[in-house]
């Protein structure tokens, strides 16, 4: 079960440099342009398996934050090994067609940059779960979770939204 309150500000870890091809096309030396001024719910999928796991996540902070300009939802695979990197095309491909919204593709983010590095950063320790975490408008994390929403984690992350929001 995910913590019930945002990490203190102060304490919270900064979402490490995550660059990459949206499914849009575009190329992001950095994720953090993206981050600036906005609540983000960031997920993240090492493997496919992971990807419906988030699913949940998705549409449930869409359904209630979709109108609010200052959130959005950023979707973010990461290609760790070596063979799956030459791939990647293939694995863009793929995606596309499960994610036919333009605009959601121009949020997905496909990446095989320091893959080792930023799955330590996440402190992602199982790749077969899919991670969600809320970043404030300063790139920083307050709130994270992993696999399917369980219990009360949807309302939790809710609610956490809206204390972000009102301190922005």
Wanted: glycine share 4%; charged share 25%.
């Amino acid at each position: 079960m995910a913590a019930s309150d945002l990490t203190d500000a102060k304490e919270s870890k900064a979402l490490p440099t995550i660059s990459g091809d949206t499914l849009s096309g575009r190329k992001l030396a950095s994720l953090q342009p993206e981050l600036d001024n906005k609540i983000s719910l960031v997920l993240v999928a090492v493997r496919d398996i992971a990807r419906p796991q988030l699913e949940l996540y998705r549409t449930y902070f869409e359904e209630n934050f979709a109108s609010h300009s200052a959130t959005q939802v950023i979707e973010v695979s990461l290609i760790e090994r070596l063979l799956f990197r030459y791939l990647s095309f293939l694995m863009i491909s793929n995606l596309k067609k499960v994610i036919s919204d333009l605009d959601r593709q121009d949020k997905c983010l496909v990446s095989n940059a320091n893959t080792d590095v930023i799955v330590e950063q996440l402190d992602i320790s199982n790749p077969l779960f899919g991670y969600a975490y809320l970043v404030d408008g300063r790139g920083r994390i307050r709130w994270r979770a992993h696999g399917t929403p369980a219990g009360e984690e949807l309302v939790i992350l809710k609610d956490l939204t809206e204390k972000l929001i009102k301190r922005q």
